[in-house]
T-cell receptor, first 114, second 110 residues
C-alpha cells in the first residue's frame, strides 16, 4: 500500500477557469475526506464520503465546488469559475469507517489562481 | 471560542533539547486528540492519537491529555534538526470531524 495519492501536485490556472483534482485513498479505507489549507492555518474540512455517498459538506464549500466518488474508490474535486480566493492547498485524507480519528493525508494539490 | 487553539510560534530550540508543544480545547466532551506533523509544502502526517486522558508514548514522542484543564501536549525528546516542521494538534468533535489548530512552527537548531 502506497498511501493516499493526489494529482496533480501543483496547478496554476487563470481566474474563471475550471479545475479538477483527483485523490486515490488507501485501498481498504471506505471514508474519504477533502480539506483546504491556507498559509498559516490548519486544514479546514470541506466534505467527506463513506464509500460513494457524500455524507456532509461544509458551508465553506460554495456552489462552485463539487466532489464525487463514483465507485467508492478514487474521488475528484472540481472547482468551477475559479477565483483568486480559491488559491490554497487542497488535501485529501482517508480512514476506515469508525476510525475518523485516524485519518491519513495525501501530499496535497497546491492551487494557484492568477 | 474556537474548538482548539494553538500558539503558532515559531519555536526555536537547540538540538537535543526537550520540546513541549501545547494546545487548549473548548469542549470537555471531546474524546480523541491527535498530533500531526507537516513539513513545508507536504501533507500532514499522523504522529499519534490519544483517547481520553493520559499519556501515550511512541519513540521520542509523548502525547499527553489533561481533560481537567482541557490541555493537550506533545513532548519531543532528544530533538533533531529533522524534527523541524509544523506540528498540528487536532480534536475529533461531536460531529465526527477533525478540527485542527493553526499549527506551531518548530525549528531545531543544529
Amino acid at each position: 500500500d502506497t498511501g493516499v495519492s493526489q494529482n496533480p501536485r501543483h496547478k496554476i490556472t487563470k481566474r474563471g477557469q475550471n479545475v479538477t483534482f483527483r485523490c486515490d485513498p488507501i485501498s481498504e479505507h471506505n471514508r474519504l475526506y477533502w480539506y483546504r489549507q491556507t498559509l498559516g492555518q490548519g486544514p479546514e474540512f470541506l466534505t467527506y464520503f463513506q464509500n460513494e455517498a457524500q455524507l456532509e459538506k461544509s458551508r465553506l464549500l460554495s456552489d462552485r465546488f463539487s466532489a464525487e466518488r463514483p465507485k467508492g474508490s478514487f474521488s475528484t474535486l472540481e472547482i468551477q469559475r475559479t477565483e483568486q480566493g480559491d488559491s490554497a492547498m487542497y488535501l485529501c485524507a482517508s480512514s476506515a469507517s469508525g476510525r475518523s480519528y485516524e485519518q491519513y493525508f495525501g501530499p496535497g494539490t497546491r492551487l494557484t489562481v492568477t | 471560542q474556537k474548538e482548539v487553539e494553538q500558539d503558532p510560534g515559531p519555536l526555536s530550540v537547540p538540538e537535543g533539547a526537550i520540546v513541549s508543544l501545547n494546545c487548549t480545547y473548548s469542549n470537555s466532551a471531546f474524546q480523541y486528540f491527535m498530533w500531526y506533523r507537516q513539513y513545508s509544502r507536504k501533507g500532514p502526517e499522523l504522529l499519534m492519537y490519544t483517547y481520553s486522558s493520559g499519556n501515550k508514548e511512541d519513540g521520542r514522542f509523548t502525547a499527553q491529555v489533561d481533560k481537567s484543564s482541557k490541555y493537550i501536549s506533545l513532548f519531543i525528546r532528544d530533538s533533531q534538526p529533522s524534527d523541524s516542521a509544523t506540528y498540528l494538534c487536532a480534536i475529533l468533535n461531536r460531529d465526527d470531524k477533525i478540527i485542527f489548530g493553526k499549527g506551531t512552527r518548530l525549528h531545531i537548531l543544529p
